[in-house]
């Protein structure tokens, strides 16, 4: 079959046919992966920088968990949670809990994370109105970020852009600005910018009404709509004094970075900041299943339970199948320390690509924590001034960067008003060499960006 090769097959064709022709132009056609690499239909090797959508964490044809979810398919298949029970499920709830520690007792399975981000705030609200405080409705998130792709993710989602279209149908929540490092919303320091956007997030709380907010949510590091940005630690426990002052729930999008920190939960890195919601999915499933989490303390859940029950499912919530994929994949992170190498492997590569900094003029920041890193691109290091929009700097070193057998992800945030970077976040199984492997091709890759852009006079 080679129509995947064609501009407009007579019919069907690749995902890609539904997005924008100017950003799929010479995609490659994947044809095997092993490891940390993909293989194109024409021979070439591409280091998964990305890990798929920042969620291989174990990289391809993991032998352990495709081999758990058969057996549990030729032993049971499905049954319907909300007319019966399998152990798959328990086990798996079980394993997460444990890793995620005390106040994560109860675990409820979705298929993906825009789903457990929607089934984390609908508990919350249903917890909130059994309780009898009806008005609690209004959600607060940061912008930029990003909370998924349905009509009400995309309304907490921190996007500048988004209301244009869809403004009149998915219901946006209230934003307060990111505390971003490298492009502080306040003063000129990353502490000054935390704890101006905790002042923003309590001056919100007030100008709504304490009783009508019901959470705040943020990723406590960024995916890719910041880059991987860290807040100061400020923030942390900043947001949960205000939290609790106000009597706001305060939720953790981790679908991104839990098990890429170098804990389990980049929470764990904030001991005086304990949400009390998180909700996980890529690394859960590490791409071989489609699933996500919502964690929340016994005493909420079983509280709820009591009262009206959170009676919310879709049709694959929990199915056995992904229960035991991802089961499989967490005895993998145990058994094989891919936290601790997250950790330990993340500060080498944070190394390198800090050197790639020193001597690049366009790499303004090196950010992120573990295995989820980010290199920010900029015309000029001294003003922080982006590449134009006709450049699209980062989409350009992606397409370098095919050439130089890397597979990135760029991102110009709503127009390059917040900056353009590329993620770095290969699977947590990659090695030491890999990892010198995989910066020497993107020092070379920026390189050959940088030349281009001194013959175009634009450096
Ligand atoms: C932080 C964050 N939240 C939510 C989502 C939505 O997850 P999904 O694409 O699985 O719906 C993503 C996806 O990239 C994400 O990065």
Not at 186 to 214: C, Y
Not at 232 to 254: A, M, N, Q, T
Not at 255 to 273: E, M, N, T
Request: aromatic content about 8%.
């Amino acid at each position: 079959m080679d129509s995947l090769n064609l501009e407009r097959p007579p019919r069907g064709g690749a995902q890609d046919l539904f997005y924008s022709k100017a950003n799929t132009r010479g995609l490659p056609t994947i044809v095997r992966g092993e490891g940390i690499y993909i293989f194109d239909d024409r021979g070439n090797r591409f280091i998964d920088v990305i890990s798929g959508a920042m969620a291989a964490s174990l990289g391809q044809g993991n032998e352990r968990v495709l081999k758990a979810m058969y057996e549990q398919g030729m032993k049971h298949t499905f049954s319907y949670v909300r007319v019966s029970r399998h152990l798959p499920n328990a086990a798996l709830t079980e394993r997460v809990s444990r890793l995620a520690g005390a106040g994560f007792e109860r675990v409820h399975l979705s298929s993906g994370g825009s789903e457990s981000v929607e089934m984390a705030i609908k508990f919350l609200r249903q917890y909130s109105y059994a309780k009898g405080n009806k008005d609690k409705t209004r959600i607060i998130t940061l912008m930029p970020s990003y909370h998924g792709g349905t009509l009400a993710t995309i309304g907490w989602t921190g996007d500048e852009d988004a209301a244009s279209v869809w403004g009149p149908m998915a219901v946006f929540g209230e934003k307060i600005p990111a505390p971003l490092s490298y492009r502080p919303p306040f003063g000129t320091t990353s502490e000054d910018g935390s704890r101006g956007a905790a002042a923003a997030l309590e001056a919100k709380i007030i100008e709504l009404g304490a009783e009508n907010v019901l959470a705040f949510m943020m990723e406590p590091i960024g995916g890719q709509s910041t880059g991987a940005n860290v807040p100061h630690p400020i923030f942390f426990s900043e947001v949960r004094r205000v939290c609790d002052k106000y009597g706001v729930f305060l939720v953790f999008d981790e679908i991104v970075s839990a098990c890429r920190s170098g804990k389990f939960l980049a929470a764990h890195h904030y001991p005086d900041c304990k949400p009390d919601v998180v909700i996980t999915a890529k690394g859960l499933g590490a791409t071989y299943t489609p699933i996500g989490a919502m964690m929340a303390s016994a005493e909420m859940v079983d509280e709820l339970a009591d009262l009206t029950g959170f009676n919310l499912s879709h049709t694959y919530n929990a199915n056995p199948i992904t229960c035991a994929g991802a089961a499989a994949v967490l005895d993998e992170m145990v058994d094989r320390d891919l936290i601790g190498n997250a950790a330990m492997l993340g500060e080498k590569l944070k190394a390198r690509l800090e050197g790639i900094k020193d001597n690049s003029p366009i790499v303004g920041d090196v950010r992120g924590q573990g295995l989820m890193l980010a290199v920010e691109y900029v015309r000029d290091k001294m003003s922080k001034e982006v590449f134009s929009g006709d450049i699209y700097a980062s989409d350009r070193i992606r397409q370098i960067g095919v050439e130089n057998g890397l597979m990135l992800y760029s991102r110009r945030q709503n127009g390059g008003r917040y900056g353009e970077w590329s993620v770095v976040c290969p699977p947590l199984i990659i090695t030491e060499d890999q990892i010198d492997d995989l910066a020497n091709r993107l020092e070379r890759t920026i390189a050959a960006f940088v030349d281009e852009m001194v013959r175009a006079k634009v450096l």
